[in-house]
């Protein structure tokens, strides 16, 4: 079964960082483009952050443009999320979310079962 | 950004009752519209791509139609296991949005 499994997740001061990762298997990685989608407590899901399987095409969300920083691994099957900066609206639980992709334009079709990240003093 | 708007917000419905949900963009993105199912403490669940596209194993009774600015989701006959929030996203543009979620309960 394909899977994904986030971690680096936890409590973290305002102004701090986190390296957020997501271990991909049972499917060829490198030709799937891979997102960062996050919800935070209580509300509604919020696109974050999507990278293509060559990592040639990077788009970021305006909330986290600046701060966070998409990347993947392909010899590792692996995806990141390098979050700097931190505020108390980060708080989200993290999901990474593969890309089904018609043409440059993708749903999310696989899931992970996210990480919680918390910004607070 | 391309704003969605999903209503209702909730309501409430009983089994065997068919449900429609209707999702509006600010502008027109063709058909790149995906409907998800979220149960709480759990991931989100791909149901419908290109509008109207079933993904692999989501039952029959889910569906969904439209193009440009306006689409719906349609639930034909309401089992226990569909009560959970709904949300569409446009994958027409970066950023990529959601609609605010549509919460389906048990009347």
């Known amino acids: 079964e394909v899977q994904l499994v986030e971690s680096g997740g936890g409590l973290v001061q305002p102004g701090g960082s986190l390296r957020l990762s997501c271990a991909a298997s049972?499917?060829?990685?490198?030709?799937?483009?891979m997102n960062w989608v996050r919800q935070a407590p209580g509300k509604g899901l919020e696109w974050v952050s999507y990278?293509?399987?060559?990592?040639?095409?990077?788009y970021y969300a305006d909330s986290v443009k600046g701060r966070f920083t998409i990347s993947r691994d392909n010899a590792k099957n692996s995806l990141y999320l390098e979050m700097n900066s931190l505020r108390a609206e980060d708080t989200a639980v993290y999901y990474c979310?593969?890309?089904?992709?018609?043409?440059?334009?993708?749903?999310?079709?696989?899931w992970g079962k996210g990480t919680t990240v918390t910004v607070s003093s | 950004a391309i704003r969605m708007t999903q209503s209702p917000s909730s309501f409430s419905a009983s089994t065997g009752d068919r449900v429609t949900i209707t999702c509006r963009a600010s502008?027109?993105?063709?058909?790149?519209l995906a409907w998800y199912q979220q149960k709480p403490g759990k991931a989100p669940k791909l149901l419908i791509y290109?509008?109207?596209t079933l993904q692999s194993g989501v039952p029959s009774r889910f569906s969904g139609s439209g193009s440009g600015t306006d689409f719906t989701l349609t639930i034909s006959c309401l089992q226990s296991e569909d009560f959970a929030t709904y949300y569409c996203?446009?994958?027409?543009?970066?950023?990529?949005?959601f609609g605010q979620g549509t919460k389906l309960e048990i009347k």
């Open positions: 502008q027109g993105i063709s058909s790149y």
């Open positions: 990278i293509s399987g060559s990592s040639s095409t990077i």
């Open positions: 290109a509008a109207s």
């Open positions: 979310a593969r890309g089904y992709c018609s043409s440059t334009s993708c749903a999310q079709d696989v």
């Open positions: 049972r499917f060829t990685f490198s030709s799937y483009s």
């Open positions: 996203q446009q994958y027409y543009d970066y950023p990529y949005t």
